[in-house]
Nanobody
Framework: QVQLVESGGGLVQPGGSLRLSCAAS??????MGWFRQAPEKEREFVAA??????????DHADSVKGRFTVSGDNAKKSVYLQMNSLKPEDTAVYYC?????????????????????WGQGTQVTVSS
């Protein structure tokens, strides 16, 4: 049985940092990503890590580039999201997602419909 479990969310002041973790069980994945959903908004892509043979690729949404950094360990079935310089507009529920296949294009890794498994989500609130 596949499970994705996120941790690390919480309340932080603007300009602060948080690190999210996601641990998978049941199998390994070639693409793992982070999405977020704010109240009354659609779920949006945040970042992804992809493994293809011995190569590893990192992808970030434009809105978080330079502030967030995704990383992952395929052997440990884990993906992480280091979030720095947080802004109030980063407030959302953050979801970990995983896909068995390697995503070769941006549509694949940035589209929520392409992922096979999802975590339960962790709340991130940026507020003073």
């Amino acid at each position: 049985q596949v499970q994705l479990v996120e941790s690390g969310g919480g309340l932080v002041q603007p300009g602060g940092s948080l690190r999210l973790s996601c641990a998978a069980s049941g199998r390994t994945f070639m693409t793992m990503g982070w999405f977020r959903q704010a109240p009354e908004k659609e779920r949006e892509f945040v970042a992804a890590v992809r493994w293809n043979g011995g190569l590893r690729y990192y992808d970030h949404a434009d809105s978080v580039k330079g502030r967030f950094t995704v990383s992952g360990d395929n052997a440990k079935k884990s993906v992480y999201l280091q979030m720095n310089s947080l802004k109030p507009e980063d407030t959302a529920v953050y979801y970990c997602a995983a896909k068995g296949r390697y995503c070769s294009g941006s549509y694949c890794y940035s589209s929520s419909s392409e992922y096979d498994y999802w975590g339960q989500g962790t709340q991130v609130t940026v507020s003073s």
